[in-house]
């Protein structure tokens, strides 16, 4: 199936925790970014990365890290949860220009 | 920096009406380009139109067009025909092609077709 996937769909975390959460993609795209969506905030964008052993940050990056190994995967790592940090996650990916990113279905992610 | 803002939280349109839905940007690079997503209830991210900053023409998907204003930083979307299954949060969100190609959302319209 191509298009871009996200595991897990659910997690529960406690404060304090570590984890990341996985994304792949198999279209070959150069691009891929990592959002997160809270409600009346839009999609913010968490880190990005052009390229293999490419990433930035992008508008919300603090208590999250990212690397970029190879060309498909992208996971982004909570190293210490905050309840702040509940919220949907979105990883999406993109030739770049004029093409739009495919996401993927999404994360809920819940600090307690 | 990039900024984009959509100033209705919500917006209310018939069956078989069309809707403009808001959406204005900010960007110091001549390069940009616009899309245009929506979001039903389910969750899914759904690209809808594209609207890059040197085409002449304003794009057309289906019954999805936008109204692309240069000169006024605007590129408002506009759905004809509204029909139930459009009910869901549409975002704006704006790419720079030239120097970063992030891509920054606006904080979405969420909209209501009624019959």
């Known amino acids: 199936n191509a298009g871009v996937t996200q595991t897990p769909k659910f997690q529960v975390l406690k404060t304090g925790q570590s984890m990341t959460l996985q994304c792949a993609q198999d279209m070959n795209h150069e691009y891929m970014s990592w959002y997160r969506q809270d409600p009346g905030m839009g999609l913010r964008l968490i880190h990005y990365s052009v390229g293999a052993g490419i990433t930035d940050q992008g508008e919300v990056p603090n208590g999250y890290n990212v690397s970029r190994s190879t060309t498909e995967d992208f996971p982004l790592r909570l190293l210490s949860a905050a309840p702040s940090q509940t919220s949907v996650y979105f990883c999406?990916?993109?030739?770049?220009?004029?093409?739009?990113?495919?996401f993927g279905s999404g994360t809920r992610l819940t600090v307690v | 920096a990039q900024k984009i803002t959509q100033t209705q939280p919500g917006m209310f349109v018939q069956e078989k009406e069309a809707v403009t839905l808001d959406c204005t940007y900010d960007t110091s690079d001549p390069s940009y380009g616009l899309f245009w997503y929506k979001q039903p209830s389910s969750g899914e991210m759904i690209f809808l139109i594209y609207q890059g900053s040197y085409d002449q023409q304003n794009a057309t998907e289906g019954r999805y067009s936008l109204n692309f204003q240069k000169a006024r930083k605007s590129a408002n979307l506009v759905i004809s025909a509204s029909q139930l299954g459009d009910s869901a949060m549409y975002f704006c969100?704006?790419?720079?092609?030239?120097?970063?190609?992030?891509?920054?959302f606006g904080t979405g319209t969420r909209l209501q077709v009624f019959p």
């Open positions: 999406a990916s993109s030739y770049g220009g004029r093409y739009g990113y495919t």
């Open positions: 969100a704006m790419r720079d092609l030239d120097n970063t190609d992030k891509l920054i």
